[in-house]
C-alpha cells in the first residue's frame, strides 16, 4: 500500500484547523478535535494523520476489485 500524500494543514488563531488534499479543503476542525489532531500530526506522520482524520486513505485493493469478474456486470 503506498503511503498517502498530497495533504497539508493551517492552524488558524482562532484555533480552527484546515486540512486539504492536492489543494482542496477535505475538512475543517474545530474546538478540542482540531487541538487533538495538531497534537497528534506533530508526533507522528503527519500525512498518515491527515489521511485518517479525514477519511481519504486507500486500502491498495481498489485496481484489482474494478477488475474482478464479479464486479464487470457479467
Same mark, same amino acid.
Given at each position: 500500500?503506498?503511503?498517502?500524500?498530497?495533504?497539508?494543514?493551517?492552524?488558524?488563531?482562532?484555533?480552527?484547523?484546515?486540512?486539504?488534499?492536492? $489543494?482542496?479543503? @477535505?475538512?475543517?476542525? /474545530?474546538?478540542?478535535? !482540531?487541538? %487533538? +489532531?495538531?497534537? &497528534?500530526?506533530?508526533?507522528? $506522520?503527519?500525512? @498518515?494523520?491527515?489521511? /485518517?482524520?479525514?477519511? !481519504?486513505? %486507500? +486500502?491498495?485493493? &481498489?485496481?484489482?476489485?474494478?477488475?474482478?469478474?464479479?464486479?464487470?456486470? /457479467?
Amino acid at each position: 500500500m503506498p503511503a498517502p500524500s498530497g495533504f497539508s494543514y493551517e492552524s488558524h488563531a482562532d484555533g480552527t484547523v484546515v486540512i486539504t488534499h492536492r $489543494d482542496r479543503r @477535505a475538512t475543517t476542525l /474545530r474546538g478540542d478535535r !482540531a487541538a %487533538k +489532531f495538531v497534537a &497528534e500530526a506533530e508526533s507522528g $506522520d503527519a500525512q @498518515a494523520v491527515m489521511a /485518517r482524520w479525514t477519511g !481519504a486513505y %486507500k +486500502f491498495g485493493n &481498489e485496481r484489482m476489485a474494478r477488475n474482478h469478474p464479479r464486479n464487470n456486470g /457479467r
